[in-house]
């Protein structure tokens, strides 16, 4: 869960970790105790991964800089606990919502802490 311009981000995986149905969705709430209202997937399967999930929001300190850390099973997969960890960005619509996550192969550019 995190907290951003007043709205309570609640993120969990779905799906099986073995399979195309693993996936990461979200809820918003107006307070950390809900109720919470399921919004949808952000990040899922696609041309670069079978599925994506066990994330985690990070705010660059000071910023409305976002990212989303996860893992997902790469194509072709390996094997049933093949994983790689990923960092992309994490952007947001005007009312609030999240924009789906856009897997990369590059991750995020440096962004320092001053």
Known sequence: MF????????????????NESYKVAYAMADKPTGPFERIGTILEKDSIATGAGHNSAIQKPGSDDWYMVYHRRPIPNEDRDHRVTCIDVMEFN????????????????ANPIE
């Open 3 to 18: 907290l951003r311009k007043g709205i309570y981000y609640l993120m969990w995986s779905e799906g099986g970790w073995t």
């Open 94 to 109: 005007e009312n609030g919502t999240i924009k789906p996550i856009q897997m990369t192969f590059e991750g995020v550019a």
